[in-house]
């Protein structure tokens, strides 16, 4: 008999050896959904190499208002559910009728409002932006942790915006106590 899992909403899932050579290799993701119906999560340390901001912001037809902000945010690859649909995973500094305040710390916007005033410099002070999600169907995602696919991490503030996308893998491990190169290996939990 398995031990029901406590709701992991705005934790963070690391991925383990068990997931290399998948589409979730090395990945963190932030979870914003978890209930018995299934669960939602952000993948945030996968940048699309071949994919801008401009270019999200061309597909819109609104890449003129780019020119209007200082900086362009990463895009990541959120996940392989719905890759063509944006959604941003933000600071509670900024708010839409549509934006869901997932903690103290955490929003998520996904209406094409946000993408606007991200262009004119007016959305929110930190964000990941992700194509698409990682989605589980009922207890898919808790079979994986029993599977040991994954650990649970603390969602931090500096680890979700202010650590570089391709740092937050390592940073994850850390914060658990991990080395990541111990932790990321072919013989980790075989007998």
Not at 145 to 151: A, E, M, P, T, V
Request: aromatic share 8%; charged share 15%; proline share 6%.
């Amino acid at each position: 008999m398995r031990i029901p899992l406590t709701s992991l909403q705005n934790q963070l899932l690391v991925a383990t050896a068990e997931l290399n050579g998948s589409p979730f290799e090395r990945a963190v993701i932030f979870m914003a959904h978890h209930q018995a119906e299934g669960s939602m999560g952000f993948v945030i340390n996968h940048p699309l190499k071949q994919v801008g901001f401009t270019d999200v912001l061309r597909s819109m037809g609104i890449e003129e208002m780019m020119a209007q902000t200082r900086s362009q945010p990463i895009v990541c690859r959120g996940g392989p559910v719905e890759v063509t649909r944006g959604f941003v995973l933000h600071s509670p500094d900024y708010r839409l009728q549509s934006t869901v305040n997932l903690t103290a710390n955490f929003a998520l916007s996904a209406q094409a409002d946000i993408m606007t005033d991200i262009a004119r410099g007016h959305g929110p002070q930190k964000l990941n932006f992700c194509l698409g999600y990682a989605g589980w169907s009922p207890g898919q995602l808790e079979s994986e942790l029993h599977g040991n696919s994954w650990i649970i991490a603390p969602a931090t503030r500096e680890l979700v915006f202010d650590t570089p996308p391709e740092q937050r893998y390592t940073a994850a491990t850390h914060l658990l106590g991990l080395n990541v190169l111990n932790f990321h290996t072919e013989t980790m939990g075989r007998a």
